[in-house]
C-alpha cells in the first residue's frame, strides 16, 4: 500500500475560459480568444470557440456536486480577468456574485478553491495597448489582483498568480499558438520579463490585502530537461534549454532574482529586456509562499550541430535543439511522451536547489482523441491508459514524498473535458466525460471511480 502524507490535497484543475462559457454574458468583455475566434474561426478545431466551452459558468453546482461524488479535497480553477473587470476598472457584480457563489459552493462541500488570476486570456482591451508588452500591463494586473483578494479572500485561502506564463509567451511571441502569433524572441523576453513583473508585484498586492492570511503562489510547467548524451556539448544545450524554459520563472518566484549567468547571456545578443531602477527590490521582496507544478512529459535536446552555431544568439534554437529519444513510451493518441520519472526528479530539484519549498502537482494527465471509442454498453468510458498513466506518475511521487520531497497534493487535468484553446475538444482529459450534444451532459468514466478510491484510501495498492 503506498500511502499519502495526513491532508494531502486530491482534486483536478481547470481554467475560467476552457470551462465557464458565457463568454460573452453577463458583462464579460472578450478576450484575445474571443477575438481570434471571431477573425480565423477556421484555425479552431471543429470551429469550436471559447462562447460556451463546458457552461460551468451555468452547471457550476452540479460540477461541485459531482466532485464531491467523487471525494475530492481540492479544485483550482481561475478567475476571467475580463469577467470581473470588463474594462479594468468597473466591478461586474454579476462576476462578483457568481465567482463567490461558486467558490463557497466548493467550500461548502469540502472541496479547498485554489484560485488562479490568469490563465491566458488577455483582457483585449489590454492586448489593444500591448498586452504583456507594455510595462503598464504589470499594474493593470496588480490592480485586478487587488480587487480580487478583496472580494473573494473572505473565502479563498490558497492563490496563484499564473498558470504556466511560459505558454502564453512562446506559443503568442516565439509561436502561432496565441494570440498575437509573432515570432520575435526579444519581443518574447520583454513579455516574459513584464509577466514576471506583474506575478511580483500581485505577489505584493495579496501582501498588504487584508486578507493576506492564506498563501499565495505561482503554477509552472517545470518539465526535466535531459541532454542526449553526457558530451559536453549536449550537457550545455540542456543547460540552456533549463535556464530559459525553467530557471527564469523558478529562480525569480522563490528566488527573487534571475540567474546572473542568464542575464549576461542575453545582453551579449542585445535581448536584454527593458528594465525599471526598483525592479529587483520587487523581484526580491516578494517570493512565493508555494509552487504549482504542471508536468506532461519531459524536454530532450541535444547541441545544436556544427554549421548551425552562431556568436550572436536570435532564439532558443541557437542554443539547443530538440531530441527525439528513441527508446520513448509514448501516448499514441496525443503524440506526446510518457515519462512518469520525471516527477522524482523534479521533485528532487525543488527538494535540493530551492530550499524545499512547498509545491504540488497541478496537473498532469493524458489527452485522448476519439475517446467515445472506448464507451462500453452502459455509457462509460474505460479509460484504464488513464488509470495506468495516473498509477505510474503517483508511484514516482510517493518515491519522491518519501525521500523527503514537500508535496502536498495532486491534481489531474481535469475534471470534467474541457474547451483547449485552438485544439477545442479534440483532446479529452477529464475524470468526467462532457456531451456537447446533449445539453453539456456529465458522465463519469471509469478512472474517476478507481480515483474516488485512491482519494478514500489516501493511496493504492502498488
Not at 404 to 432: E, I, V
Request: charged letters at 25%; a negative charge.
Amino acid at each position: 500500500m503506498l500511502q499519502f502524507p495526513k491532508d494531502f490535497l486530491w482534486g483536478a484543475a481547470t481554467s475560467a475560459p476552457q470551462s465557464e462559457g458565457a463568454a460573452s454574458k453577463d458583462g464579460k468583455s472578450p478576450t484575445t480568444w474571443d477575438k481570434w475566434f471571431e477573425m480565423e474561426p477556421e484555425l479552431f478545431y471543429d470551429q469550436v470557440g471559447p462562447e460556451n466551452t463546458s457552461n460551468v459558468y451555468a452547471l457550476y453546482k452540479e460540477e461541485v456536486a459531482n466532485m464531491k461524488a467523487m471525494k475530492l479535497n481540492s479544485y483550482r480553477t481561475s478567475i476571467a480577468w475580463a469577467r470581473l473587470l470588463p474594462d479594468g476598472k468597473t466591478l461586474n457584480p454579476k462576476a462578483v456574485t457568481f465567482y463567490r457563489s461558486y467558490f463557497q459552493e466548493l467550500v461548502a462541500n469540502g472541496i479547498e478553491p485554489i484560485i488562479n488570476l490568469f490563465h491566458f486570456d488577455m483582457p483585449w482591451w489590454l492586448m489593444e495597448k500591448g498586452g504583456w508588452e507594455v510595462r503598464e500591463s504589470t499594474d493593470h494586473f496588480a490592480n485586478y489582483a487587488s480587487v480580487a483578494f478583496e472580494q473573494f479572500g473572505d473565502i479563498v485561502k490558497k492563490w496563484v498568480t499564473f498558470n504556466e506564463p511560459l505558454v502564453h509567451i512562446e506559443c503568442g511571441y516565439y509561436g502561432d499558438a496565441h494570440w498575437p502569433k509573432v515570432r520575435d524572441f526579444k519581443r518574447a523576453l520583454q513579455v516574459g520579463y513584464h509577466t514576471m513583473l506583474a506575478h511580483a508585484k500581485a505577489v505584493e498586492a495579496f501582501r498588504l490585502s487584508r486578507y493576506n492570511d492564506g498563501k499565495i503562489g505561482i503554477i509552472l510547467n517545470l518539465s526535466p530537461v535531459y541532454p542526449k548524451s553526457d558530451s559536453q556539448e549536449d550537457v550545455e544545450a540542456a543547460k540552456w534549454a533549463d535556464h530559459i524554459y525553467i530557471r527564469s520563472f523558478l529562480d525569480c518566484a522563490v528566488k527573487g532574482y534571475f540567474s546572473e549567468e542568464f542575464v549576461q547571456k542575453l545582453k551579449a545578443s542585445d535581448l536584454s529586456p527593458e528594465t525599471n531602477e526598483g525592479d529587483k527590490t520587487i523581484f526580491k521582496n516578494n517570493t512565493v509562499d508555494f509552487i504549482g507544478c504542471n508536468y506532461y512529459q519531459p524536454l530532450r535536446v541535444q547541441a545544436v550541430s556544427e554549421e548551425k552555431k552562431v556568436e550572436t544568439i536570435n532564439g532558443p534554437h541557437d542554443l539547443f535543439q530538440g531530441y527525439d529519444w528513441p527508446q520513448k513510451r509514448v501516448n499514441p493518441h496525443r503524440g506526446w511522451e510518457i515519462y512518469p520519472r520525471g516527477i522524482y526528479d523534479i521533485a528532487m530539484r525543488l527538494k535540493n536547489d530551492y530550499e524545499e519549498i512547498p509545491w504540488y502537482i497541478s496537473e498532469n494527465g493524458m489527452g485522448v482523441s476519439q475517446e467515445e471509442s472506448f464507451e462500453d454498453a452502459d455509457g462509460i468510458i474505460q479509460d484504464d491508459y488513464r488509470i495506468t498513466f495516473i498509477q505510474d506518475h503517483l508511484e514516482e511521487l510517493h518515491r519522491a514524498i518519501s525521500e523527503g520531497a514537500n508535496c502536498f497534493g495532486y491534481h489531474l487535468w481535469t475534471f470534467s473535458d474541457c474547451w483547449s484553446w485552438l485544439n477545442a475538444f479534440k483532446n479529452r482529459y477529464g475524470f468526467y466525460r462532457v456531451d456537447l450534444a446533449n445539453d453539456y451532459k456529465r458522465t463519469p468514466k471509469k478512472s474517476s471511480f478507481w480515483m474516488s478510491e485512491v482519494i478514500e484510501r489516501n493511496g493504492f495498492e502498488k
